[in-house]
């Protein structure tokens, strides 16, 4: 039973219901049961179920509607998939540092143990003993070192551990070929896949990220978030830019072009030792001193993230594909 990866408790609420939610509601009925204003052009509590954005976002990562549950940003899934699947002071999650920092922020809040299994040199997820945590994150490309994980190990993975898997695929937009793991979702039920359209769709401001998992699980995860978690403006504008995926497209592509181009001068910088391979839209390098390049770049105004105190990632910083301005600026402050 996929329900049993949930927290008793969890399991046994009642199906969300609101007013609104049992209703469809139109211009025409006079509605006065959820203490809204009549006036406005936002008056309107947004609808619960998102179900027009959902449709469309089925369409476009090729899933149903029934295997989407949208959150206020991808952070709010992590939340939720922590809270409902693991006991404060009992129960871990399982991450494979170094990653997003997120899953750990999350889980110390809510006291839930993590249990960390570094990536090795390559950056790879490596098959050890068996893990008895709940949840399990991989972040694929990851963040921040850039690069996908294998699907070949993701797979591996798959088939050992039986808690639930969390594969954050936030930046798979910007990795080439068909990289995605949510074609696998039918043949691995406790497989959940996050997405966001903060990224590749220039929609961070919006706050909309999304879990595709199989219906059962999407049911329970249901129950328990907020009800109105997406705004109505949030929706409508999300909806008007998946529209246009062809424009999404053509960013994604000005964004490697450039990210090519900044390896290629960032090679020539001597402060700089190595440039690790990005599948995503930023760089992780590796610099003679990092302190020293993140504060001058600092100084000049350009802010970047230094990840130099993460595991395996010393002297580094993660630097984010800009415009052609601003990664001129980059090397313009690091080349003198
Ligand atoms: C940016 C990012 C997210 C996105 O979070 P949102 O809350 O959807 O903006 C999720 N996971 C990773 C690894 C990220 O880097």
Do not use: H
Not at 6 to 12: D, H, K, V
Not at 191 to 206: D, M, N, P, Y
Not at 226 to 231: D, F, R
Not at 234 to 247: N, T
């Amino acid at each position: 039973m996929l329900s049993e990866l949930f927290l008793p408790y969890i399991r046994l609420l009642a199906p969300y219901s609101s007013a609104r939610g049992e209703y469809q509601a139109s211009a025409k009925e006079v509605l006065l049961d959820a203490n809204e204003s009549p006036w406005g052009e936002f008056n309107r509590y947004p609808d619960p179920q998102q179900a027009r954005l959902k449709q469309a976002l089925s369409i476009i990562w090729r899933v149903s509607p029934a295997q989407l549950i949208l959150g206020n940003g991808s952070d709010e899934l992590i939340d939720l998939l922590v809270r409902s699947t693991c006991r404060s002071g009992v129960d871990s999650i399982l991450t494979f540092p170094p990653t997003y920092g997120m899953y750990k922020v999350v889980a110390a809040i809510n006291g839930i143990n993590v249990e960390e299994q570094c990536l090795n040199e390559s950056f790879q997820i490596k098959l050890r003993s068996l893990s008895k945590a709940k949840l399990a994150f991989i972040c694929s490309p990851n963040n921040p070192t850039g690069n996908l994980i294998c699907k070949s190990r993701i797979i591996q993975f798959l088939d050992s551990f039986s808690g639930l898997t969390v594969v954050d695929e936030a930046y798979v937009d910007f990795a080439l070929g068909e990289q995605s793991v949510v074609a696998l979702l039918t043949r691995y039920p406790r497989l959940v896949v996050l997405r966001t359209l903060s990224k590749a769709w220039g929609l961070a401001g919006l706050r909309i990220g999304a879990a595709l998992a199989a219906p059962e699980i999407i049911n329970v995860l249901c129950r328990i978030k907020p009800p109105y978690n997406v705004s109505t403006p949030g929706q409508e504008l999300a909806l008007r830019a998946l529209d246009e995926p062809e424009r999404m497209r053509r960013t994604v592509q000005r964004i490697l072009a450039e990210r090519e181009r900044l390896v290629g001068r960032l090679a020539t910088l001597s402060e700089v030792e190595q440039i690790f391979p990005s599948d995503s839209n930023f760089l992780l390098v590796r610099f003679k001193d990092a302190d020293k390049a993140y504060e001058s770049l600092k100084s000049a105004g350009v802010i970047v993230r230094n990840r130099s105190r993460e595991p395996s990632c010393s002297n580094c910083l993660r630097i984010t594909i800009g415009s052609p301005e601003q990664n001129d600026k980059v090397i313009e402050v690091l080349r003198c």
